[in-house]
């Protein structure tokens, strides 16, 4: 009865090899796409597109948006996708909870999800006194259990334009302030810049910061704000430049 114990859960284990074999053979060529999607950012100007476009999936990781973009792409370039950007992407169980389905034939694109696990230690100060519990395991007496990634595996999303069911409700979209700010703030908040090393500057339009609203910039020592701006937007702007000015400049 031992033996045959032993057989099942030798059995088992090595059932289990041809899968962890395919997802660590996913895995690295998830990571090798990435290298390489990375690598063919050889000019500023393609940083300066890649970060653009993670900025529209802060959710995501830099790595998980390039590997999105890139799939994206060559699903468009094969004629499954519309459009050479994607919009909103989402893993398969997220897309039925938004009364969604892929299309029959669409492939997901492949991401790098974290794996975690929960450790265990009774001085939790101490990086080296952490231990793996295993599954169902309970910590002991006085110890202190947090969740850490302990690796990576692959997952897989999909596009809104590969699935098909209801609409999906539509994201808000930030906006600027409009109308007067209260009385004397705006001098208040300049009194500080000032007071901290910097020159407060207005500028015409985005255009001249960048597309930005405001702009802090540390080497020449000033801060801009859009003129073209109602007064409560412009005040919010000098307020988080405000907040990005350090203490005790020179």
Known sequence: MT???TRSADHSHQSNRPDRTARDAKLEALQEQLASSVAALVTGEDWKQALVFAAQFRSRSFNNTMLIYRQHLAACSEGRVPHPTPTYVAGFKQWLALGRHVQKGQQG???LAPVTARMASTNPTAPGSWRRLARGEKPKSGEVVRSRMVGLKPAYVWDISQTEGDPVPELPHPALLTGQAPGGLWDGLADQITDRGFELRLVSSAAAIGGANGLTDFLSRDVSVRAD???AAQVKTL????????TGAA
């Open 3 to 5: 033996r045959h114990a």
């Open 109 to 111: 694109y492949g991401i």
């Open 229 to 231: 701006m109602d007064d």
């Open 239 to 246: 307020a988080h430049d405000l907040l990005t000015a350090p």
